[in-house]
């Protein structure tokens, strides 16, 4: 039988690993497509690749962060 748990968390490693690539692919093709429009080729295109990456990075940390602090089990108090 399969382990829920373990999968659970392949998938979201996948996600992460998707993640970085989507961001940095996208920074990619702006910087590309700012280069041909402006014509300083290749520097923006070669600042969106870091600015991408750069992103994605900051969001696996983001994730990291977010699996490493303890579950808030306590409701939280509101007036009734």
């Known amino acids: 039988m399969l382990d829920k748990s373990g999968l659970n968390r392949a ?3 996948a996600a992460l690993v998707t993640g970085i ?3 940095t692919g996208s920074g990619s093709l702006l910087g590309y497509l700012a280069d041909k ?3 300083t080729e290749p520097w923006l295109f ?3 690749t870091f ?3 750069a992103a994605g990075v900051l ?5 990291i962060n977010r699996l490493d ?3 808030d089990d306590d409701p939280p108090d509101h007036p009734s």
């Not at 969001?59 to 994730?63: G, I, S, T, Y």
Request: hydrophobic share 50%; net charge positive; aromatic share 18%.
């Open 37 to 39: 429009y402006v014509g």
């Open 11 to 13: 998938f979201q490693a």
């Open 69 to 71: 602090s303890p579950p």
């Open 51 to 53: 600015g991408g990456f």
């Open 21 to 23: 690539t989507v961001l």
């Open 59 to 63: 969001r696996l940390f983001q994730a």
């Open 46 to 48: 070669l600042l969106g």
